[in-house]
């Protein structure tokens, strides 16, 4: 089955021209450097629009760093009800490791 490609192009656009930016008017929604190119833009037009598009990257402020519990507290504490905890000779069945 061969493609159909103007099926594949979707509905006739309206350019989006240089001029159109310079005058203001934002691109179209999904528009990009393809768009450009096919609307008639020129390399150095476009250089002159992504240099005053572009922003200074700033990093994202870095979360506080949290102190990790220790260890020894995520362990249950062995009831102190005077019973022994269990060992491994309490186990009749054995201890699975």
């Keep these: 089955m061969e493609a159909n ?29 393809a768009d450009a190119f096919e609307d008639g833009w020129t390399a150095e037009q ?12 700033v990093p994202p402020a870095e979360e506080p760093k949290r102190n990790p519990v220790p260890k020894a507290a995520m362990l249950p504490e062995a009831p102190d009800d005077g019973v022994p905890f269990p060992t491994e000779a309490d186990a009749p069945w054995g201890w699975s490791r």
């Design 5 to 33: 490609s103007s099926r594949l192009k979707g509905p006739k656009r309206t350019p989006y021209t240089f001029a159109d930016w310079e005058a203001g008017i934002d691109p179209p929604k999904g528009w990009d450097c």
């Design 46 to 57: 476009y250089e002159i629009f992504l240099r005053h598009c572009a922003e200074p990257y």
